[in-house]
């Protein structure tokens, strides 16, 4: 299957700074990228679709100033959280399509300290 | 709208046993895609099986199977000759025809004991 790598892997952060996560398609265009979050033990939730060039759309209760998506190209897409907080601890995964399946990247596990 | 049940939070076979994860799903799309992905203990999310709603023979893959039952919306995965590295969190998932944005159930920890 086609490959997407998110960069870091794991970030600790403290309470009120900004927090970049990458994400990156390196066999294809991923035209489409979603951002999910997980928090312990349960599902993934989706927070936002971005297509590249246009703006994302947002899930319901997602705050789309504190998570900020680019998606500037076709093989690039960045969720920087925004003035984070302890509470957006959480396992953030990233999945992109170039127009057949989605495929996951390996997850950023944020702690905000 | 659509939304995925896995009824089972924790299972537990043997190795080299058969185990069934249930999953039931609902949605409003008139095609659509199943799925099952793997989570282990390293969190990446690994594709086990998918099967398209309009496909009436079920998806197997190796020891992996799928009993899909449009009618009931049950979609449950069959793993045969468990092994231990089979024990992971299963997730059932759906999405559309017109998008790739899965639906996730809460997931199955599964654990595949000696």
């Known amino acids: 299957g086609a490959v997407v790598s998110q960069h870091p892997s794991w970030v600790i952060c403290k309470s009120g700074t900004s927090v970049k996560i990458e994400c990156r398609s390196l066999?294809?265009?991923?035209?489409?990228m979603f951002w999910y979050r997980q928090f312990p033990k349960q599902s993934l939730m989706l927070m936002a679709t971005?297509?590249?060039?246009?703006?994302?759309?947002?899930e319901q209760g997602v705050e789309k100033d504190k998570f900020l998506i680019n998606h500037a190209s076709l093989t690039l897409s960045t969720l920087t959280v925004t003035s984070a907080h302890p509470e957006d601890s959480s396992f953030y995964i990233c999945s992109a399509t170039g127009g057949t399946e989605a495929f996951f990247g390996q997850g950023t596990r944020l702690t905000v300290v | 709208a659509q939304t995925v049940t896995q009824s089972q939070p924790e299972m537990s076979v043997q190795e080299a046993e058969t185990v069934t994860l249930s999953c039931t799903y609902d949605t409003s799309e008139s095609n659509y895609y199943l799925f099952w992905y793997k989570q282990p203990p390293s969190r990446q999310m690994i594709l086990v099986i998918r099967q398209e709603a309009y496909k009436q023979q079920n998806a197997t893959e190796n020891r992996f199977s799928v009993n899909f039952q449009k009618a009931a919306k049950s979609f449950s995965l069959k793993i045969s000759d468990s092994q231990l590295g089979d024990t992971a969190m299963y997730f059932c998932?759906?999405?559309?025809?017109?998008?790739?944005?899965?639906?996730f159930g809460k997931g199955t920890s599964l654990l595949v004991t000696p």
């Open positions: 971005s297509n590249e060039g246009s703006k994302a759309t947002y």
């Open positions: 998932a759906s999405r559309g025809d017109s998008g790739y944005a899965l639906n």
């Open positions: 066999d294809f265009q991923a035209t489409t």
